[in-house]
């Protein structure tokens, strides 16, 4: 069984500090990484994508990929009080010729002001 | 931005009543999807379709779901014979079609049956 594990949190970070959020996968071969933010009541937003291992960072955001330990994380720097939300860690397993995206249960950030 | 679009926002249906969920993917994308979210719960992975046809489908996506392409443009969920546990947030989403890349992911439609 394909799996993406998460911690649910919440976790609370004051607003200006770093957030960490996590993520595992148990599908060895998988290529393709992804965070999306989601806010209640909201559909899924894109935030990063990461396919090789190490560091890829755009603006604030930057996901960390370590293939061997099947482990993906995304730091959000100058953390906001917009950046409260629920961040969905999502794996697209190997082979897998239609591409679609098994989801963590996603971790709730509270970034207090 | 190209944007998925998705209607109906809300919809509400008695138990055994057949409901279509509409979308229409951004225009040059290959792929199409339907996730589902209850509420409190994981996105899950519904239905992929390439080509005109269903590429992938879940375990969740029995004989009681179909999907459409009916003029090109809409992609269409169709629930024939709604439960109570189909209550749920549906997205449709589309993805250019490039070996890696990310979606783009619908409003949603929330579901409910009574």
């Known amino acids: 069984q394909k799996e993406v594990e998460q911690n649910s949190g919440p976790l609370s970070v004051p607003e200006g500090a770093i957030a960490s959020l996590n993520c595992t996968y148990s599908?060895?071969?998988?290529?393709?990484f992804f965070w999306y933010r989601q806010y209640s009541g909201k559909s899924p937003e894109l935030i990063m994508s990461?396919?090789?291992?190490g560091d890829k960072e755009d603006g604030r955001f930057t996901a960390q990929l370590n293939k061997a330990s099947q482990y993906v994380s995304l730091l959000i720097r100058d953390s906001q009080p917009s950046d409260s939300a629920t961040y969905l860690c999502a794996v697209n397993p190997v082979r897998d010729s239609s591409y679609k995206l098994i989801f963590g249960s996603g971790t709730r950030l509270l970034v207090r002001p | 931005e190209p944007e998925v679009t998705q209607t109906p926002s809300h919809q509400v249906t008695q138990m055994g009543q057949e409901v279509i969920l509409r979308c229409v993917p951004i225009s040059n994308h290959l792929y199409f999807y339907w996730y589902r979210q209850i509420l409190g719960q994981k996105v899950e992975f519904l239905v992929s379709f390439y080509n005109n046809e269903i590429s992938e489908k879940s375990e969740i996506f029995d004989d009681q779901f179909s999907v459409e392409r009916p003029d090109g443009s809409n992609f269409t969920l169709k629930i024939r014979s709604t439960k109570l546990e189909d209550s749920a947030m549906y997205f449709c989403a589309s993805r250019e079609g490039r070996a890696r890349g990310g979606y783009t992911f619908g409003s949603g439609t929330r579901l409910t049956v009574v």
């Open positions: 599908d060895r071969g998988s290529q393709s």
């Open positions: 990461i396919y090789s291992n």
